[in-house]
């Protein structure tokens, strides 16, 4: 199953004539360009093809001319992809504008998809062209494209034989004759121009989407810049100087390297000046020395008690009278 594939995928490099002849073979159709197949209605078709009775052919218009009317015909594409489980995106807001890159990228899919089914073989297309509105007249309008093309050719091939057998005929102003005709025939014929035409407007559309790309890219890289976080990082104001460079000057990113190699002011203080502490932070340093002195005090109660108990009785009444002698407020001798 080809409901997903890849962008380098075979099926992508399909030319557009091969893509109108498959079209036209398979549906009896008589389209010129691919773009003509943008209102929806001929995908609906291919797909019937590929599944028949899978689609309601009734829902589908082929005389669908505003994108309202387009967008109902891939609705019904919708909801048969849905049912087949294909996971293809259909891209309508671009299909239904008729730019021939979008058309013929997805056309392209969907003969990849009907090849890898069945190749849309032994199918009556003029029959079920009959239950869509406007089907008929698509049908007569094909026939008569058909016939009228099938005429030209014959006439062109009677004209050149009538042409040959004159050929054949020597005469003095034969030379003239042929002379005259090349700058009578104006040029190429109209056909070579819509096809010229057509590549030039794929050639346009090519460079929109990669222009649109690769400025979608620079756009993500100069809102990540202006983000708070980062925006006074050097950096960041490299990569600005260099996406705000009005002209196409390579000193640019020579500027951008020196401002990455300079040293930060930031990084550098001018003077090692101790911020000053708050006052939840000076509040809990002198509880810490409080509360260090307190078992300091405590451990040397301990030890003078220790120290008081191993004493005799004479020791301890020497010791108390050397207090009375010492001058202490609370003793007198």
């Not at 620079?218 to 960041?236: A, F, G, Y």
């Not at 120290?307 to 407020?329: E, T």
Request: hydrophobic share 35%; proline share 5%; aromatic share 6%.
């Amino acid at each position: 199953m080809a409901t997903n594939i890849g962008m380098m995928d075979g099926a992508y490099f399909v030319g557009r004539s091969e893509i109108l002849a498959w079209i036209n073979s398979t549906l009896q159709l008589h389209l010129n360009k691919v773009e003509e197949a943008c209102s929806g209605a001929v995908h609906c078709q291919l797909m019937d093809a590929a599944h028949p009775g899978m689609v309601p052919m009734h829902k589908v218009n082929f005389d669908a001319k505003s994108e309202y009317e387009m967008i109902q015909n891939y609705k019904v594409l919708q909801d048969v992809f849905n049912k087949l489980k294909i996971t293809k995106h259909i891209e309508v807001s671009k299909l239904v504008k008729g730019r021939p890159l979008d058309n013929l990228e997805f056309m392209q899919w969907m003969k990849r998809y009907c090849d890898s089914i069945n190749g849309c073989t032994s199918y009556n297309a003029l029959e079920r062209r009959e239950a869509c509105k406007g089907g008929k007249e698509v049908s007569k309008r094909a026939a008569q494209s058909q016939s009228s093309a099938k005429g030209t050719a014959t006439s062109q091939r009677a004209h050149s034989s009538h042409n040959a057998r004159r050929n054949d005929v020597p005469h003095s102003g034969n030379q003239s004759v042929k002379a005259s005709r090349p700058s009578s025939s104006g040029g190429p014929a109209p056909p070579a121009y819509d096809e010229k035409i057509t590549e030039l407007k794929l050639s346009v559309d090519s460079l929109e989407k990669e222009r649109d790309f690769y400025f979608a890219k620079l756009r993500d890289i100069e809102i990540l810049c202006q983000t708070p976080e980062i925006e006074h990082l050097s950096v960041v104001a490299a990569i600005q100087k260099i996406l705000y460079a009005t002209d196409d000057d390579a000193t640019v990113v020579a500027q951008a390297q020196a401002m990455l190699s300079a040293p930060s002011k930031e990084a550098e203080p001018s003077s090692p000046i101790a911020e000053p502490l708050s006052p939840i932070a000076e509040a809990s340093d002198e509880k810490a020395s409080s509360e260090t002195q307190k078992r300091k005090t405590i451990n040397n109660f301990d030890v003078d008690a220790a120290a008081m108990a191993k004493l005799s009785p004479r020791q301890r009444v020497s010791d108390a009278s050397d207090v009375h002698c010492s001058g202490s407020p609370l003793m007198t001798c």
